[in-house]
């Protein structure tokens, strides 16, 4: 033999040698019938002994918590604050949202709208650490319940 197949033999994994041996098992079995039929038996063999790696042990007394969250575009926040001020704060905070609604408002009115020019770019930073704070938030939540490192 050479090298290369001894390198292939040893990398075979236990997977590969159970389902290798089922069909061999189904081969040896059926002889005499055709190649069709013996794929045919041999796949629904194949299909019951397969192990899932990604199931987990139901019986630990925690229950397992996913959370199905994407963090929020930092960069997205604060253009959307920039050019639309409080309407697009609504993406990084509701909260900052309808303030900045309401002081645009009252503002508005004894600035005659001048406050507008200043409060994009309060908004814009507003949307920054609102996002940066949420973002921060669900890694924590994330690392706390050990989905990721």
Same mark, same amino acid.
């Given at each position: 033999?050479?090298?290369?197949?001894?390198?292939?033999?040893?990398?075979?994994? !236990?997977?590969?040698?159970?389902?290798?041996?089922? *069909? &061999?098992? #189904?081969? @040896?079995?059926?002889?005499?019938?055709?190649?069709? =039929?013996?794929?045919?038996?041999?796949?629904?063999?194949? !299909?019951?002994?397969?192990?899932?790696?990604?199931? *987990? &042990?139901? #019986?630990? @007394?925690?229950?397992?918590?996913?959370?199905?969250? =994407?963090?929020?575009?930092?960069?997205?926040?604060?253009?959307?604050?920039?050019?639309?001020?409080?309407?697009?704060?609504?993406?990084?905070?509701?909260?900052?949202?309808?303030?900045?609604?309401?002081?645009?408002?009252?503002?508005?009115?004894?600035?005659?709208?001048?406050?507008?020019?200043?409060?994009?770019?309060?908004?814009?930073?507003?949307?920054?650490?609102?996002?940066?704070?949420?973002?921060?938030?669900?890694?924590?939540?994330?690392?706390?319940?050990?989905?990721?490192?």
């Amino acid at each position: 033999m050479t090298t290369n197949e001894n390198a292939s033999q040893f990398t075979k994994t !236990e997977d590969q040698k159970n389902q290798s041996a089922y *069909q &061999e098992q #189904a081969v @040896s079995s059926d002889a005499g019938s055709h190649p069709e =039929t013996t794929a045919q038996a041999a796949a629904p063999q194949m !299909e019951n002994t397969s192990v899932n790696p990604q199931v *987990q &042990e139901t #019986a630990s @007394s925690e229950p397992q918590v996913i959370i199905v969250q =994407t963090p929020k575009s930092v960069w997205l926040a604060v253009v959307l604050a920039f050019f639309f001020g409080p309407l697009g704060l609504l993406y990084s905070s509701r909260f900052g949202a309808i303030f900045m609604f309401l002081v645009c408002i009252i503002g508005g009115y004894f600035t005659f709208g001048l406050i507008l020019l200043i409060m994009a770019p309060i908004c814009a930073l507003w949307a920054y650490i609102a996002a940066k704070d949420f973002n921060n938030k669900l890694f924590e939540r994330l690392r706390a319940s050990g989905q990721i490192g």
